[in-house]
């Protein structure tokens, strides 16, 4: 697959921006245990507020711990994620010692933004998930109240499209994005 035929950028920006996506097709593969680690990292030198560092991951690496995420993902996402060999469950602390959070889902979203594109530089694939049933996840995995949990991340090593259902197959490219001048306002917001 040739990137330029999906996705080009106007201006002159690091590669790995355009070159992550989130395709479907795993590889049933191992991720080694210091690359998945490196990717956890990589998130966690992202910027929060007062650098509280919100986010928390829950990693289903062994066959018991990703059966106990299945328990809890919809079943839309399970015909494709369980070939991936790790999920992760991306969730951040709403609270902090002097009240509320207010940037803790912020934070947390930079942190999987690092996540996604440290993963693609060691050549891993993500795909994000909001598709789950929080309040079961929460209990299978003994989450307590004050944690909000913001996606599932399938991860690992690109496979083959054949193993996807047929609609699956046809939605199995990078999309795009619209354009910069609608998605940036100069001094004033316009709607
Ligand atoms: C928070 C979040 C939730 C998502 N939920 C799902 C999901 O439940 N199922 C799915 O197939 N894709 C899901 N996606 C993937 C998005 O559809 C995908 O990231 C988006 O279309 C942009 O495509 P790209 O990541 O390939 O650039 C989710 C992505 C994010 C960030």
Redesign the pocket.
């Known amino acids: 697959m040739n990137m330029k035929d999906y996705r080009t950028a106007k201006y002159n920006i690091e590669p790995i921006f355009i070159n ?5 097709a795993f590889r049933e593969d191992e991720i080694p245990e210091k690359t998945l680690l490196g990717v956890l990292e990589a998130a966690s030198w992202a910027p929060s507020a007062a650098n509280i560092q919100p986010w928390r991951f829950v990693i289903a690496r062994t066959e018991k711990d990703r059966n106990r995420f299945y328990s809890f993902i ?1 079943d ?2 399970l015909t ?1 994620c369980k070939k991936a060999p790790a999920l992760i469950l991306v969730m951040s602390k709403t609270t902090t010692e002097r009240g509320p959070s207010i940037s803790h889902a912020f934070d947390a979203g930079s942190a ?1 933004g690092f996540l ?1 594109l440290e993963a693609a530089h060691k050549g891993l694939i993500t ?6 049933d929080r309040n079961k996840a929460k209990e299978v995995l003994g989450i307590p109240e004050e944690y909000q949990l ?2 599932v991340v399938a991860i690992g090593y690109q496979g083959d499209k054949k193993g996807l259902s047929e609609v699956h197959q046809e939605r199995e490219k ?2 795009g994005r619209r354009s910069l001048d609608e998605t940036v306002f100069e001094g004033k917001f316009e709607s």
């Not at 992550?20 to 479907?24: D, Q, V």
């Not at 795909?127 to 789950?132: D, I, Q, R, S």
Request: glycine share 14%; hydrophobic share 35%; charged share 10%.
């Open positions: 992550r996506w989130s395709p479907r919809n839309g996402n494709w999987w996604s795909h994000a998930m909001g598709g789950f913001h996606a990078p999309s």
